[in-house]
Nanobody
Framework: EVQLVESGGGLVQPGGSLRLSCAASGFVFSSSEMSWVRQAPGKELEWVSTINAGGTGTYYARSVKGRFTISRDNAKNTLYLQLNSLKTEDTAMYYC?????RGQGTQVTVSS
């Protein structure tokens, strides 16, 4: 059974940072491209970032490029997303995604 368990979200002030984690199981993580997506209240699901299986290729939405960093630890079957210089518009539920499957998400709220 595929499981994706996100953690690390929280309430942070504008300009702050968070590090999200996604623990993966039930598939060959080290051979899999992984992504982060997010959904703000009342808005559609938005792609945020993707990393290739080896971690050598990373891709970002224009809205987060230069502020967010995706990474992975294949030995730990874990995906990460470092969020820096957070803005109020980054407030959303963040999900990791593999092959169309998402976890339960972790809430990021940016507010003063």
């Amino acid at each position: 059974e595929v499981q994706l368990v996100e953690s690390g979200g929280g309430l942070v002030q504008p300009g702050g940072s968070l590090r999200l984690s996604c623990a993966a199981s039930g598939f060959v993580f080290s051979s899999s491209e992984m992504s982060w997506v997010r959904q703000a209240p009342g808005k559609e699901l938005e792609w945020v970032s993707t990393i290739n299986a080896g971690g050598t290729g990373t891709y970002y939405a224009r809205s987060v490029k230069g502020r967010f960093t995706i990474s992975r630890d294949n030995a730990k079957n874990t995906l990460y997303l470092q969020l820096n210089s957070l803005k109020t518009e980054d407030t959303a539920m963040y999900y990791c995604r593999w092959d169309g499957v998402r976890g339960q998400g972790t809430q990021v709220t940016v507010s003063s």
